[in-house]
């Protein structure tokens, strides 16, 4: 798998750095982490991990790590309790591209989405947001019910 990830996505020339899969699966499997989030390092040309939040941070944490002009990808663990009172939890995949952003920098990570998307395998929901308001918590409760 992980000669795989070593090639580069032919459209926008950006791999994946190997952690950027660990780390979500630590997340997914150990939950280590409440969220992770990825930045594309243009002189690396690949998808990296910027920042991880801890397993006992809040969406509040999670919404403040996020910049407010510049992109970036980002996986969420949204825990939750069913109408049957059953612990259930949902990874979300959120792609951040916020209006103000620079041009270049929305094309870079929408044709980069794609291929960094399919490493994080076992993801449930997936938001695209342009704004915080498109990342309200209700909008993720409603998606995981």
């Known amino acids: 798998m992980a000669?795989?990830?070593s090639y580069s996505n032919a459209s926008s020339g950006m791999g994946v750095a190997e952690d950027c899969r660990?780390?979500?699966?630590?997340?997914?499997?150990?939950?280590?982490?409440?969220?992770?989030i990825f930045k594309?390092?243009?002189k690396q040309k690949q998808v990296i991990v910027e920042k991880t939040g801890g397993a006992t941070e809040s969406y509040d944490d999670f919404l403040?790590?996020?910049?407010e002009n510049d992109c970036r990808y980002a996986v969420y663990d949204f825990d939750f309790v069913t109408e049957e009172n059953c612990q259930k939890s949902k990874i979300f995949f959120i792609a951040w591209s916020p209006s103000v952003s620079r041009i270049r920098?929305?094309?870079?990570?929408a044709t980069s989405k794609d291929r960094f998307r399919r490493e994080m395998d076992g993801v449930h929901y997936e938001i695209q947001a342009t704004d915080p308001s498109e990342l309200d918590l209700e909008i993720l409760r409603?998606?995981?019910?």
């Open 3 to 5: 000669f795989l990830r």
């Open 22 to 36: 660990d780390i979500f699966l630590e997340l997914q499997r150990k939950k280590t982490h409440r969220y992770v």
């Open 40 to 42: 594309i390092d243009e």
């Open 64 to 67: 403040a790590s996020l910049p």
């Open 105 to 109: 920098a929305k094309m870079l990570y």
């Open 142 to 145: 409603d998606r995981a019910h």
